[in-house]
């Protein structure tokens, strides 16, 4: 049944329908036009953009609806990202657009004044933080110029360089310290810190795993599994964000990854016959609580605050000092080329460089001797 004033109903597939007027025919009879979408929410901003595009000439369009307004109609109708990223659009949406050009009218927005925006926003944020804003944002613009409401804008936008910086692992003394907190703990829940040490698996991949998906008998996990955290889009939920299962990041992102023998071993002795390796009676565990518990562990072992995420770059980096080929360490991570896992890792750790260097010194023969 549609809620009451809109035709928006639920079909027996799951999906959500659409109706909007097209026309009106000879006979008086209204002419139909449908719209769909997986959420009411995604169906109501297409019924939406339907109606206004309807009712108004292109040129009342561009003048009459704001960038927030035409951003966020567009976002709603992106069925083919994950939540993931549109929940991350609307937050570029509320924290970045809003609060500056969102208030311009659609067709008013100029090259110029795009350029003021990044400029303003160049001030308080890093580099890759405006050019993941600006990208959405061209996206959506080049929505807008293909239907004819705004001129081609994103062309000449200078944005700022995107300086590489080093990436921050473990050192080997490091990860020394945060192993030995974890085995006088002796805390089921710190596996789950020892698999991602030992296999570079995702917070989210980590906290979607279940025994099922182990093969202790052959060494193996299958990861074919995420949780992510992502927005509600029934805004008569009290909650802003809701957990949900999902693939992983890539479709290389399902893989199966041998696991050492001491890890195995360990696994052993938390083995259930089914449900989450990591679990509060019998349900997951929240990335949020692993991450909390990361922190207490980095505390008590006397190391800097980090993000969960540095156990997968550790994980990484070690496999590399020990001669990992880069295509079986990509594999491994899930990579969609070997050439993002390079990109990312081919550093060395200032111990590992002067440990490499010291093998000239076999070859350098002094006379004086």
């Known amino acids: 049944m549609a809620r009451k004033g809109e035709n928006i109903y639920k079909r027996k597939d799951g999906r959500y329908e659409g109706r909007y007027i097209k026309q009106y025919g000879i006979d008086g009879k209204p002419q139909w036009g449908y719209v769909y979408g997986k959420t009411y929410a995604e169906t109501k901003g297409k019924l939406n953009i339907k109606k206004v595009e309807k009712a108004t000439p292109k040129a009342r369009i561009s003048s009459e609806i704001t960038i927030y307004e035409w951003v966020e109609k567009w976002i709603y109708t992106q069925r083919q990202i994950k939540l993931s990223t549109r929940m991350m659009y609307f937050s570029f949406l509320e924290n ?37 804003v600006f990208s959405m944002l061209r996206l959506a613009l080049s929505a807008a110029n293909e239907k004819g409401y705004v001129g081609s804008i994103c062309n000449n936008i200078k944005l700022p360089k995107v300086r590489k910086s080093q990436l921050r692992v473990l050192s080997q003394q490091e990860q020394k310290q945060l192993e030995k907190i974890i085995c006088e ?55 802003k964000t809701s957990v949900i299962f999902s693939t992983p990041k890539s479709s290389s992102s399902i893989r199966m990854i041998p696991i050492p023998s001491f890890l195995i071993l360990l696994l052993r002795k938390y083995e259930l016959t089914h449900g989450f390796v990591l679990h509060n009676d019998g349900r997951f565990v929240d990335t949020r609580n692993v991450s909390r518990r990361f922190k207490k562990l980095l505390e008590l072992a006397e190391l800097p605050n980090l993000k969960y995420h540095i156990l997968r770059h550790t994980f990484a980096t070690r496999a590399l000092e020990l001669g ?10 899930g990579h969609s080329s070997v050439t993002i896992t390079l990109n990312l890792y081919a550093h060395s750790l200032p111990e590992h460089k002067k440990k490499e260097m010291n093998k000239f010194n076999h070859l350098f023969e002094n006379p004086s001797n």
Not at 98 to 124: C, H, P, V, Y
Not at 202 to 214: D, F, P, Q, S, T
Not at 324 to 333: G, V
């Open 185 to 239: 703990q002796n805390n089921r829940y710190d596996i789950g810190i020892l698999i991602c040490l030992y296999t570079g698996i995702r917070i989210g991949e980590l906290c979607a795993l279940k025994w099922e998906n182990i093969d202790l008998k052959n060494g193996t996990i299958f990861i074919d599994k995420t949780v992510q955290r992502v927005r509600n889009e029934d805004v008569k939920n009290k909650a």
């Open 96 to 132: 970045h657009i809003k609060r500056s050009i969102g208030t311009i009218a659609l067709g008013k927005i100029s090259s110029e004044a795009l350029q003021t925006f990044i400029d303003n926003e160049t001030e308080k944020y890093s580099a890759k933080t405006i050019h993941s």
């Open 324 to 333: 990992f080929d880069a295509k079986t360490l990509s594999e491994i991570l």
